[in-house]
């Protein structure tokens, strides 16, 4: 099982800041990893898939790199709907397996 | 639009089981592998299992292995996961999520979930 460890688990984060999310896997996933957001009592919303390509209506602040075992969500400028939390989730190996999440709070 | 509606979620006692359904509409319901996807409370996602489009193929996760069952009916677009032996770890809120391409990629489209509460 691929085993995806996200960081930090909490980011304290200002509107208008840019905030820096990790995840790593266990082992290369290439790039078939996406990040999802998830506000409270809704369900998990794409953001960016492939590592890099943002979802359909997915404002251009979000920005996603990486490939392999290493990746990177960026958020450049914080807006008041982006306090949330975010996963990963590789796609590559059976089973799927997410990361633990990565709360951004607003500071 | 593509839509999925999950039911079938309660209360259920230890060792008890449940049917979970996911009735979808606004695709070609039978050219996609489909998902449960179970958060519990507080805390992150767990993929659980998933079936191909012609049902021919299942997975699982290791923790549901064995007391878990995923199928389908193509004819009424609707995916099912028989849950037995249930434990208190198995308390979530159940999602069906559809990927993006029929047999792999990222979940595009998800449910609202249904909630399954274990205990007695």
């Known amino acids: 099982e691929i085993v995806m460890t996200q960081s930090p688990a909490t980011l304290s984060v200002s509107p208008g800041e840019r905030a820096t999310l990790s995840c790593r896997a266990s082992q290369s996933v290439r790039s078939n990893l996406a990040w999802y957001q998830q506000e409270p009592g809704q369900a998990p919303r794409v953001l960016i898939y492939d590592a890099s390509t943002r979802a359909t209506g997915i404002p251009a602040r979000f920005s996603g790199s990486g490939s392999g075992t290493e990746f990177t969500l960026t958020i450049s400028s914080l807006q008041s709907e982006d306090f949330a939390v975010y996963y990963c989730q590789q796609y590559s190996n059976w089973p799927l397996t997410f990361g633990g999440g990565t709360k951004v709070e607003i500071k | 639009e593509v839509l999925l509606l999950e039911s079938g979620g309660g209360l259920v006692q230890p060792g008890g089981s449940l049917r979970l359904s996911c009735a979808a509409s606004?695709?070609?319901?039978?050219?996609?592998?489909m998902s449960w996807v179970r958060q519990a409370p507080g805390k992150g996602l767990e993929w659980v299992s998933a079936i191909s489009g012609s049902g021919d193929s299942t997975y699982y996760a290791d923790s549901v292995k064995g007391r878990f069952s995923i199928s389908r009916d193509n004819f009424k677009n609707t995916l099912f996961l028989q849950m037995n032996s249930l434990r208190a770890e198995d308390m979530a809120v159940y999602y069906c999520a559809k990927r993006v391409r029929p047999a792999g990629g990222h979940f595009e489209y998800w449910g609202q979930g249904t909630l399954v509460t274990v205990s007695s």
């Open positions: 606004g695709f070609t319901f039978s050219d996609y592998h």
